[in-house]
């Protein structure tokens, strides 16, 4: 196919390209990349851009925010938090469940997708929980959900996380339709007897929570999930993983050819229990900050490939919710969305993460993870989404100035150089130079393809 003339020409860029970063120029036609070479070589244009060299990577992936609205909108909405993504360089946003009302039936993730669709400034999907009834379950995931989401900590859906029959059952019914299962790994027995002990003591220090959220009670999740899905098909994808044993836990899943991935979060690449310690209500987060031990194993398994994803667990909360008197009722989560690539980028600075792996943790692994088969990379065909750097642009973190409704950050007064300056969303400058330039809607709502339901029923 001959193209006489193309929407947008972007020209002079240093783009990354099947590993390599290329000088090149980048033609977009009706949302997606028609293509990629030399200057001399692109077709005329309606618009031009010229980047002048700087990085254009293919659109960043947060597979693991809370994007709130409906009845938490107080805490952040489609409009604030996707702008914050926007902001931060991100194209694509994975929401998770744990919505007022819950997300996990038809009519939920209908109503949520409705909104979404007029609010989001970058593409949006949406995580279901697991329905009471699994024979609804593929019928949600039809309905558009990318994944259903597990949290093992607490009962949140409608699976009972007390009960192995239920899991397995639970585990099967998503193998089937080839659904992804996030997973929250805390074993809620051993968290419940913890938290007992200490409010018996009354105990309720930032620093107590620590002894509450252990080590022992992720890998125990872990190795309990691994343990109960055995059987199944499940494509089982372990969040925000915090201890040096949970990870050696799922390397040697891993190994026996099973679908297992996981994620960190730049918090605990970034911080320790010190920090946690010191911040006190504000760095409150589950799991929570661990020892250094656990902070380099995790980074080691970034820069080896051991972890899979990046996620922010974008966590926004009120500042009156972060500021409760005992650990036991402060709400607990960070904002990350605009922090987290200029954090990514310290450790490609500081601590030998490669550009390649950068791009893999946070647009081609998720991308693959999720079956977003038109995201994730920058090639003909694919869709023309676009996080533009600036890797020699200084930056301080200001919270204060967050798009997200969380004026809070554990990084705030933290400076650096690399931040994102443009991204584009389906061939469409949405954020340029710290401002959004679109308006709202102008993302698109993603999904993994999917069955019929009635294949799967």
């Known amino acids: 196919m001959v193209f006489l003339i193309a929407d947008l020409v972007i020209n002079n860029a240093k783009a990354y390209l099947k590993g390599e970063i290329l000088e090149c120029s980048i033609a977009i036609e009706e949302g997606k990349f028609i293509k990629i070479g030399r200057q001399p070589q692109m077709p005329n244009a309606d618009q031009k851009i010229n980047l002048q060299g700087m990085l254009a990577l293919p659109g960043l992936i947060d597979e693991h925010v809370h994007l709130r609205d409906e009845e938490r909108a107080y805490k952040e909405d489609f409009i604030s938090g996707t702008a914050a993504a926007a902001m931060g360089g991100f194209t694509t946003v994975l929401d998770m469940p744990n919505n007022q009302p819950l ?44 994944g259903f989401k597990l949290f093992m900590g607490n009962q949140v859906g409608g699976l009972n996380i007390d009960e192995d029959q239920a899991l397995e059952e639970g585990f099967k019914a998503a193998g089937k339709v080839g ?58 994808h372990f969040c925000h993983v915090t201890s040096h044993q949970g990870l050696e836990v799922i390397k040697e899943a891993k190994k026996t050819c099973r679908r297992v991935t996981c994620e960190v979060t730049p918090n605990h690449l970034m911080l320790t229990s010190t920090d946690a310690k010191h911040y006190g209500m504000w760095a409150i987060m589950m799991p929570p900050l661990r020892d250094k031990v656990h902070q380099e194993a995790l980074l080691k398994g970034v820069i080896q490939g051991d972890i899979d994803a990046i996620g922010s667990d974008h966590a926004p909360h009120s500042i009156e919710e972060k500021s409760a008197n005992s650990v036991w009722e402060v709400k607990v989560g960070v904002p990350g969305l605009e922090t987290t690539l200029p954090l990514m980028l310290m450790l490609v600075k500081k601590k030998g993460l490669t550009f390649q792996r950068l791009v893999e943790i946070l647009a081609e692994k998720p991308a693959e993870i999720y079956g977003l088969t038109n995201k994730g990379k920058i090639e003909q065909g694919k869709d023309a989404d676009l996080t533009i750097i600036d890797y020699n642009r200084p930056w301080i973190i200001t919270a204060s100035k967050f798009k997200s409704k969380a004026k809070f950050s554990l990084y705030d007064g933290w400076k650096g150089t690399g931040k994102p300056i443009k991204t584009f969303v389906n061939g469409n400058l949405i954020m340029e130079e710290g401002e959004i330039v679109a308006k709202a809607g102008s993302g698109k709502i993603v999904q993994r393809k999917t069955q019929t339901p009635d294949d799967n029923v």
């Open 103 to 146: 997300t996990n039936s038809v009519e939920a993730l209908r109503n949520r997708l409705e909104i979404a669709k007029k609010r989001a400034f970058v593409n949006v999907g949406l995580y279901s929980e697991f329905p009471k009834n699994l024979a609804e379950l593929p019928l949600i995931y039809h309905e558009g959900a990318v």
């Open 179 to 236: 659904a992804v299962v996030a997973i929250h790994a805390e074993d809620k027995n051993q968290l419940m007897i913890n938290i007992q002990r200490l409010r018996q003591a009354k105990r309720e220090s930032a620093g107590d929570f620590l002894f509450a959220h252990t080590e022992q009670v992720e890998v125990q999740a872990i190795e309990r999930v691994l343990r109960v899905s055995e059987n199944s098909e499940s494509h089982l």
